[in-house]
T-cell receptor, first 116, second 111 residues
Framework: GAVVSQHPSRVICKSGTSVKIECRSL??????MFWYRQFPKQSLMLMAT?????????EQGVEKDKFLINHASLTLSTLTVTSAHPEDSSFYIC????????????FGPGTRLTVL | RKEVEQDPGPFNVPEGATVAFNCTYS??????FFWYRQDCRKEPKLLMS???SGNEDGRFTAQLNRASQYISLLIRDSKLSDSATYLC????????????FGQGTTLQVKP
């Protein structure tokens, strides 16, 4: 199946710093990628939809100025958590859709962010 | 009301048991339905899509009842390796690709 990678897999940072997470589709081009967040013992919550060459669309309640998304190419989307705080500590997962007709999404391995 | 609701469990069953999970969804316009499996501290992995006619993949059988907005997953002959959290997933209406995840049902298969 299609492969999606994320980097870094784990990051620990101080409060107030910004953290960039990369999501790459390794063997296919993804016009659309999605970013999710999962808190302990909770389900994945969709944060935003990232479209190549255009602005991301954010779900209700997600601050677009805090979670900056850039989808500069068909194989790369980045999520930057700006001025991270302890409450931003979570498991961030991206997924990529093969094309606009496809239901199936392929998930990256996730990035565990801990903000001290 | 949550868009996708599942009983979080946990379900503790012995090896070889048959176990069933249920899920309800609120958006009648949803078109695509899935079961994903998530192991601890890992990303979710697609287990199977769910179709109105019902579908089977080895020991796993999924059913969809659109009228009741109800999805089920049946696991027969449980293995220790089936221990995981099973996520019921529904797409939001239209072709946005947006997936809505249930809270997940935790299964623990014991020897």
């Amino acid at each position: 199946g299609a492969v999606v990678s994320q980097h870094p897999s784990r990051v620990i940072c101080k409060s107030g710093t910004s953290v960039k997470i990369e999501c790459r589709s390794l063997d296919f081009q993804a016009t659309t990628m999605f970013w999710y967040r999962q808190f302990p013992k909770q389900s994945l919550m969709l944060m935003a939809t990232s479209n190549e060459g255009s602005k991301a669309t954010y779900e209700q309640g997600v601050e677009k100025d805090k979670f900056l998304i850039n989808h500069a190419s068909l194989t790369l989307s980045t999520l930057t958590v700006t001025s991270a705080h302890p409450e931003d500590s979570s498991f961030y997962i991206c997924s990529a859709r093969l094309d606009s007709r496809a239901d199936t999404q392929y998930f990256g391995p996730g990035t565990r962010l801990t903000v001290l | 009301r949550k868009e996708v609701e599942q009983d979080p469990g946990p379900f503790n069953v012995p090896e070889g048991a048959t176990v069933a999970f249920n899920c309800t969804y609120s958006n009648s316009a949803s078109q695509s339905f899935f079961w994903y499996r998530q192991d601890c501290r890992k990303e979710p992995k697609l287990l199977m899509s769910v179709y109105s006619s019902g579908n089977e993949d080895g020991r796993f059988t999924a059913q969809l009842n659109r009228a009741s907005q109800y999805i089920s997953l049946l696991i027969r002959d449980s293995k220790l390796s089936d221990s995981a959290t099973y996520l019921c997933v529904v797409n939001r209406s239209g072709n946005t690709g947006k997936l809505i995840f249930g809270q997940g049902t935790t299964l623990q298969v014991k020897p």
